[in-house]
């Protein structure tokens, strides 16, 4: 019987090389693997759907499922960030804290992107900054389109200019960002991290919250899986076998260009348990519900979602599908 032949579009991370390797391959599929910056990826997926599978942000996708864009997820993670670290501000400024904002101007790539939604919400949770005592300028066009709710002050970057630039030149108080920032990334003295110790703040927020952000989930097209539901099962196990791979290479020492990498893992299990990404509902279900939290409470999706709703039935229950 022939397999059916599949675009999978994934980021090029250790949980996916067995993947983009052609080392595991979902079962019954022929798989064409591409791999690309998320930003690309999920714009072509929200705005062409040009993959039968692809990682998504899950901010996105769950803006995307509220204006009813064809998409249903399996509960695939396969990236997680904490975010506390991708806070700047310039190093002369007198912003020190978060409450220090109220009344700021504060950079972003765009406001639905998932690490913008994690830290506001975790601005406004744990530190008490208000999601509308700031005004978000945005550099980039959103990738759902959507109206920002009243009292949201939400403006856009002017043409040809960035929010890096911006916050050097004084014309920002902070800049939230999914990734580092170049002129952080190129040691320039003029930025820096609003807080000092930002890897303690993370794990001090773990402890508190056990959360581990979420910044990705894995989606099909819903006509795909309607025809086809056994896709979304076969590929759920797939990324959990390339998952478990990649667990097992970390193992080898000479796999991996770090030093001390043996010491690393065993202080990431020992905060974050054995298993930091796990790969079904019932270990996610706190953060998924304070991302779907979040994402209504910031004006992005009109009511909160049933997390059930958001995934696959036949991915979900329990067995050896889910992996629960």
């Known amino acids: ?62 803006v995307a499922r509220s204006r009813g864009l064809p998409f249903i997820a399996i509960p695939v993670f396969p990236h997680r960030r904490f975010r506390h670290s991708y806070i700047f501000v310039r190093a002369g400024s007198k912003v020190e804290r978060p409450a220090d904002l109220k009344g700021g101007r504060v950079g972003l790539r765009e406001f639905q992107n998932t690490a913008a939604l994690w830290v506001r919400g975790i601005l406004e949770e744990h530190y008490g900054l ?21 009292g949201l002050r939400l403006e856009r970057v002017p043409k040809n200019r960035t929010v890096d ?52 989930t894995v989606v099909l097209k819903e006509a795909l899986w309607r025809e086809c539901p056994w896709v979304a099962a076969n590929v759920l196990k797939a990324f959990q076998q390339a998952k478990e791979l990649a667990y097992a290479r970390l193992q080898d020492p000479r796999r991996v260009a770090l030093a001390w990498v043996r010491e690393l893992l065993e202080e990431q299990r020992e905060i974050l348990g054995p298993d930091p990404w796990p790969y079904d509902l019932p270990a996610n279900r706190p953060t998924l519900e304070t991302l779907i939290r979040y994402s209504h409470q910031q004006g992005l999706i009109p009511k909160p979602f049933v997390l059930e709703e958001l995934f696959a039935p036949n991915t979900i229950g329990e067995g050896p599908v889910g992996f629960v």
Request: net charge negative; hydrophobic share 40%.
């Open 165 to 216: 630039e911006m916050l050097r030149k004084g014309e920002l108080d902070a800049v939230i960002y999914p990734e580092l920032l170049s002129s952080f990334k190129r040691g320039s003295p003029e930025v820096r991290r609003l807080f000092t110790d930002a890897k303690q703040e993370e794990i001090a927020y773990f402890r508190k919250t056990g959360i581990f952000p979420i910044m990705h």
């Open 1 to 62: 019987m022939p397999r059916l032949r599949l675009t999978i579009a994934v980021g090029d991370y250790d949980l996916t090389a067995g993947l983009v390797e052609g080392t595991i391959v979902p079962d019954g599929v022929e798989p064409i693997v591409l791999t690309m910056h998320s930003p690309e990826r999920h714009w072509r997926m929200l705005r062409h759907e040009e993959f039968d599978v692809a990682e998504l942000s899950m901010s996105s996708y769950l």
């Open 130 to 150: 208000a999601v509308t005592s700031v005004t978000w300028m945005c550099q980039d066009e959103e990738d759902v389109p959507f109206t920002p709710p009243p």
